[in-house]
């Protein structure tokens, strides 16, 4: 990757205020030039390159030939903004967020940990995701539970970015204060059995209710995780589970990848990845898994969400890509 340096008046990018990045203003800047492998993506180049996946608005600010953010393709040269006048575009250390995380409960006495007697190996407790990471990586439901959808922005917005107010439609009137989630929704088929999964749940940001008058309810988005757009559905907003595990299992559950995050065909390090068994399946939050591609591991992964009948895990490595239908098992040593 060849480096250059690029000098220019920018304006201040609609999604870096979202992720505290660095304001960008009239100064000089060093790239890299990133050639586009197979299967990977703007959140996945972001956390390779800048060490933070909600960093890739800057990278598309930069590359004005990606119209489609989901969109990239092997052999694509993407221009990255790794230096500021001589110093690393890192994001801007954040306030703690009270809400982030709850305290971890304390094992009752009489509770023994789980262990490797139980198909369970303890390991060192490793769970890098952050109570946003979890927001934005998505998930399969079996049933929808739409609530309303986005009709339009309030004013000219060809984007629509944290701060802006929106126009919703809504089922059951709203109430100010009310969340939801809004998301881009898909059927997903289990690509073993070829039967219906659900539908695949992709977050786009949340917005909340300001407003009421006949006929509109207006509401202001309050955080975005990728492009929020007219027609969006609106979901019942919940929390995430922030009990952090105690402990890092790698359970003796075989299953097979579901879909991709972005309905992408293939998936690599750092890309969100929907299995198809859940916590009924004995799955948790913290589990390891690995990938298979005939005998070997071709990835490492690690749940984030267990939902009953399907799981979110974001890929913490990998040698290969990963396609629907491959088979994962508990990470072995």
Known sequence: MRKFFYAGAAAAF????????PQLHAQSYEYIQHKAAKGETLWGIAGSELKDSFQWPLIWKENPQIKNPDRIYPGQTIKVPVKQLGQEVVPAPQAPQAEARQPEKAPAPEKKPETAAQGVAPAK?????????????????????????????????????KGDDVYLSTKAPAKEGDKFFVAGTQKVDNP????????????????????????????????????????DVLLPYEDPDLNMPTVIRRPDITGHVLAIKG?????????????DKGSNDGLKVGDMLETLRGPDRNAVLQIVIARKNSATAYV??????ISPGDMFTGLKK
């Open 14 to 21: 609609f999604c870096l205020a979202v992720f505290s990045a």
């Open 125 to 161: 407790v490793d769970f890098p995701y952050t109570r946003k990471d979890i927001f934005a990586a998505g998930f399969v439901a079996r049933k929808l539970d739409i609530l309303g959808r986005v009709e339009a922005p309030v004013g000219f917005r060809q984007v629509i970015t």
């Open 192 to 231: 073993v059995t070829g039967k219906r999964a659900g539908y695949l749940v992709e977050p786009h940001g949340i917005v909340e209710v300001t407003e009421l008058a006949p006929g509109k309810t207006r509401a202001t988005v309050i955080l975005v995780f990728s492009r929020l757009q007219k027609g």
């Open 263 to 275: 309905a992408m065909p293939e998936g690599a390090q750092f890309d969100a990845i929907y299995l």
């Open 316 to 321: 913490r490595s990998s040698n290969s890509s």
